[in-house]
């Protein structure tokens, strides 16, 4: 008897932790966070099929990172398209090369896959969502980006810390399953970058768009340089050059 009052009281208490810490005012801010974007509407897809659509010659476009094709790589609409994922999120893996990016670029520049002067209208990064991948997909993406195209990447503008996280797992957070992992850190390391144009359409979680001819947004001196996210999250609109998607199709207009 006296364990089970013993049992009731620790679950009475382990239910009374659980709301103060659901009522908390940063978790509720996670959520309120999570939920406006969420409840953006414009996807990456349509704005991949915007960018293939200013190219009035046949198109070719690799997407790196697929998980399940019915997200996004199904809905592009390009003459040629190639994709790129080493199947561990998609035990399927119904892609056409079932390895990692850096396997991909390797066998490409040696002429094993495709043609190694083969050059992408665009190409999608939504691979590994750490920053030293996704910076490495960038340099490589640029060796075979034709010279008006696109390296778009996913996840560039997480809401909060939580979704910013190192370690997906971790999922006992007030993001729960979302994260966006660090690709924001090397999107803005090549904001930085002179040599490259640049925006984030606000919405879908950040959808970064490097260009080194088309004039999307002027590079930023670096004022970051330790990459801390409360001074991203400071000055998320000129760091990032968050743009709304109507604005940025009016740039090509």
């Known amino acids: 008897m006296i364990k089970k009052i013993l ?18 005012p940063c978790y509720t801010d996670v959520q309120n966070k999570t939920n406006l974007e969420i409840s953006k509407k414009i996807t990456r ?18 997407e790196i990172g697929v998980r399940n094709p019915a997200h996004n790589f199904d809905l592009i609409n390009a003459n040629t398209k190639y994709s790129v994922d080493p199947g561990v999120e998609f035990e399927s893996n119904p892609v056409d090369f079932k390895m990692t990016s850096d396997e ?21 990064i939504d691979g590994l969502h750490f920053a030293e991948q996704a910076d490495r997909d960038i340099i ?23 979704h910013a996280r190192e370690n997906y797992n971790y999922h006992n957070t007030p993001a ?11 999107f803005l390391k090549w904001r930085c970058n002179s040599s490259v144009n640049s925006c984030c359409v606000d919405t879908d979680w950040g959808v970064g768009i490097l260009s080194k001819k088309h004039s999307i947004g002027n590079s930023i001196e670096s004022v970051n340089p330790f990459f801390e ?14 743009v709304d998607f109507e604005v940025f199709k009016r740039i090509f207009s």
């Open 7 to 24: 049992k009731n009281i620790n679950a009475v208490k382990f239910y009374a932790q659980g709301r103060k810490f659901y009522n908390d």
């Open 45 to 62: 897809s349509e704005i991949l099929n915007f960018l293939l659509s200013l190219n009035s010659n046949p198109t070719n476009y690799l």
């Open 104 to 124: 991909f670029f390797k066998k490409l520049s040696a002429g094993e896959i495709l043609s190694k002067d083969i050059k992408f209208d665009v190409i999608f």
């Open 140 to 162: 490589n993406a640029f060796e075979y980006l034709q010279e008006d195209g696109f390296v778009v990447l996913h996840d560039c503008n997480p809401p909060t810390e939580w």
């Open 176 to 186: 729960h399953k979302y994260w966006n992992g660090t690709t924001w850190k090397a």
């Open 229 to 242: 996210y409360y001074i991203l999250d400071e000055n998320r609109q000129n760091e990032l050059n968050l």
